[in-house]
C-alpha cells in the first residue's frame, strides 16, 4: 500500500511561484512500488469537480499538463527519493484549490481511475 504525503501548499500573490512535494512511502511487499506508478496532481476548487492538472510517467520520460497551466506549471520525479514535484509558476487567482498528489500503475484520466491519494495541500492565490 502506497502513501503519499503532500506538501508546500500555501497563500501567495497573483504572479507568484509555489512548489508542492509528494513524498512516498511503499513497503518492499508491495507489488507495484512507487517507481512502477505513474503520478499526478489533482486539484479541487469550491464547488468544483477534481482536474487532472499534471501527470508524468513511471520513468519521469513522459508529462502531460491541462490547457489552463501548460508554460506555467512542471511536474517531475525523483523515484531514488521517492518524491514528485508540482512547480508552479505564475500563479492566478483561478489556481486556487486544494491539491492532491496521485497515483496508478498507469495514467488515467478519471479521479476514480487513480489508486493511491494523499490528503490534499491547499494552495491559495491572493489577486
Known amino acids: 500500500q502506497v502513501q503519499l504525503v503532500e506538501s508546500g501548499g500555501g497563500l501567495v500573490q497573483a504572479g507568484g511561484s509555489l512548489r508542492l512535494s509528494c513524498a512516498a512511502s511503499d513497503h518492499p511487499s508491495d507489488y507495484y512500488p512507487m517507481y512502477k506508478l505513474a503520478m499526478a496532481w489533482f486539484r479541487q476548487a469550491p464547488g468544483k469537480k477534481r482536474e487532472l492538472v499534471a501527470a508524468?510517467?513511471?520513468?519521469?520520460?513522459?508529462?502531460g499538463y491541462v490547457d489552463s497551466v501548460k508554460g506555467r506549471f512542471i511536474i517531475n520525479r525523483n523515484n531514488d527519493e521517492k518524491t514528485a514535484h508540482l512547480q508552479m509558476n505564475s500563479l492566478k487567482p483561478e489556481d486556487t484549490a486544494v491539491y492532491y498528489c496521485?497515483?496508478?500503475?498507469?495514467?488515467?484520466?478519471?479521479?476514480?481511475?487513480?489508486?493511491?491519494w494523499g490528503q490534499g495541500t491547499q494552495v491559495t492565490v491572493s489577486s
Open positions: 508524468i510517467n513511471p520513468s519521469g520520460a513522459s508529462t
Open positions: 496521485v497515483a496508478a500503475i498507469s495514467i488515467r484520466a478519471g479521479a476514480d481511475e487513480w489508486d493511491y
